[in-house]
Protein backbone atom coordinates (compact mmCIF):
# COMPACT_ATOMS: atom_id res chain seq x y z
CA UNK A 1 0.00 0.00 0.00
CA UNK A 2 1.27 3.35 -1.06
CA UNK A 3 0.25 6.29 0.46
CA UNK A 4 1.54 9.73 0.43
CA UNK A 5 0.33 10.71 4.35
CA UNK A 6 -0.08 8.76 7.29
CA UNK A 7 -3.61 8.41 8.28
CA UNK A 8 -5.16 8.86 11.35
CA UNK A 9 -7.92 7.01 13.54
CA UNK A 10 -10.54 9.86 14.54
CA UNK A 11 -14.08 10.68 15.24
CA UNK A 12 -15.45 13.67 13.27
CA UNK A 13 -18.63 15.45 12.03
CA UNK A 14 -18.56 16.24 8.51
CA UNK A 15 -20.86 17.79 5.94
CA UNK A 16 -20.22 16.58 2.16
CA UNK A 17 -22.56 17.57 -0.64
CA UNK A 18 -22.75 18.25 -4.71
CA UNK A 19 -24.05 21.30 -6.16
CA UNK A 20 -27.49 19.81 -5.85
CA UNK A 21 -27.50 17.59 -2.67
CA UNK A 22 -25.95 18.11 0.61
CA UNK A 23 -25.13 15.20 3.02
CA UNK A 24 -23.82 14.16 6.59
CA UNK A 25 -21.42 11.55 7.99
CA UNK A 26 -18.40 11.30 10.20
CA UNK A 27 -14.69 10.99 9.76
CA UNK A 28 -13.76 7.47 10.46
CA UNK A 29 -9.78 8.74 9.71
CA UNK A 30 -7.93 11.57 8.45
CA UNK A 31 -4.40 12.68 6.65
CA UNK A 32 -2.90 15.30 5.11
CA UNK A 33 -3.78 14.03 1.49
CA UNK A 34 -7.59 13.00 2.82
CA UNK A 35 -10.40 11.51 4.55
CA UNK A 36 -12.61 8.38 4.85
CA UNK A 37 -16.40 9.69 5.79
CA UNK A 38 -18.64 6.99 6.66
CA UNK A 39 -21.62 7.31 5.41
CA UNK A 40 -24.59 5.37 3.68
CA UNK A 41 -24.50 7.81 0.75
CA UNK A 42 -21.10 6.90 -1.10
CA UNK A 43 -20.76 8.74 -4.47
CA UNK A 44 -19.39 7.50 -7.61
CA UNK A 45 -15.47 7.61 -8.08
CA UNK A 46 -14.11 10.38 -9.32
CA UNK A 47 -17.40 12.79 -8.20
CA UNK A 48 -16.37 15.89 -6.57
CA UNK A 49 -17.43 16.63 -3.19
CA UNK A 50 -17.29 19.51 -0.94
CA UNK A 51 -16.80 18.93 2.34
CA UNK A 52 -16.86 20.74 5.89
CA UNK A 53 -14.92 18.98 8.53
CA UNK A 54 -15.26 20.52 11.88
CA UNK A 55 -12.17 20.09 14.23
CA UNK A 56 -12.52 20.27 18.13
CA UNK A 57 -9.61 22.54 18.24
CA UNK A 58 -11.39 25.10 15.59
CA UNK A 59 -14.60 27.19 15.96
CA UNK A 60 -14.49 28.02 12.34
CA UNK A 61 -14.35 24.28 10.23
CA UNK A 62 -12.22 22.76 7.41
CA UNK A 63 -13.39 23.31 4.51
CA UNK A 64 -12.40 22.22 0.25
CA UNK A 65 -13.25 20.40 -2.25
CA UNK A 66 -12.39 16.42 -2.53
CA UNK A 67 -12.40 13.55 -4.96
CA UNK A 68 -14.03 10.22 -4.41
CA UNK A 69 -11.24 7.82 -4.59
CA UNK A 70 -12.54 4.60 -3.59
CA UNK A 71 -16.02 3.47 -2.05
CA UNK A 72 -16.44 0.82 0.99
CA UNK A 73 -20.08 -1.18 0.50
CA UNK A 74 -21.28 -2.05 3.83
CA UNK A 75 -20.43 -5.54 5.48
CA UNK A 76 -23.23 -7.03 6.74
CA UNK A 77 -21.03 -9.86 8.50
CA UNK A 78 -18.19 -8.01 10.06
CA UNK A 79 -20.86 -4.79 10.74
CA UNK A 80 -18.25 -3.03 8.79
CA UNK A 81 -20.02 0.94 7.79
CA UNK A 82 -20.18 1.81 4.24
CA UNK A 83 -18.41 5.14 3.37
CA UNK A 84 -15.76 6.72 0.98
CA UNK A 85 -12.66 8.03 0.52
CA UNK A 86 -11.98 11.20 -0.81
CA UNK A 87 -8.30 12.75 -1.67
CA UNK A 88 -8.15 16.66 -1.00
CA UNK A 89 -8.57 18.55 -4.25
CA UNK A 90 -8.78 22.05 -3.42
CA UNK A 91 -7.98 22.89 0.24
CA UNK A 92 -6.05 26.61 1.67
CA UNK A 93 -3.24 25.81 2.95
CA UNK A 94 -4.06 27.29 6.57
CA UNK A 95 -6.86 24.87 6.43
CA UNK A 96 -4.25 21.73 5.13
CA UNK A 97 -1.89 23.01 7.96
CA UNK A 98 -4.62 22.95 10.69
CA UNK A 99 -5.47 19.30 9.69
CA UNK A 100 -1.45 18.26 10.11
CA UNK A 101 -0.89 19.91 13.34
CA UNK A 102 -4.76 18.21 14.31
CA UNK A 103 -3.26 14.79 13.51
CA UNK A 104 0.11 15.32 14.08
CA UNK A 105 -0.80 14.60 18.09
CA UNK A 106 -1.99 10.96 17.34
CA UNK A 107 -0.91 7.15 16.85
CA UNK A 108 -1.21 6.68 12.94
CA UNK A 109 -2.98 3.73 11.38
CA UNK A 110 -1.16 0.61 10.65
CA UNK A 111 -2.12 -1.26 8.16
CA UNK A 112 -1.11 -4.92 7.81
CA UNK A 113 1.06 -5.83 4.20
Known sequence: ???RHPRYRVEL??????EHNFYAGFVENLSAG???????Q???IKSLLQF???LPTRNRPVT???EVRWVREYNEETGTEPGMGLRFVEISHDD???IRNFVERRDPIFFDE
Not at 13 to 18: C, E, L, Y
Not at 34 to 40: D, N, P, S
Open 64 to 66: GLG
Open 13 to 18: DVDFGT
Open 34 to 40: GVFIVTH
Open 42 to 44: VRP
Open 52 to 54: TIQ
Open 96 to 98: NEL
Open 1 to 3: EMR
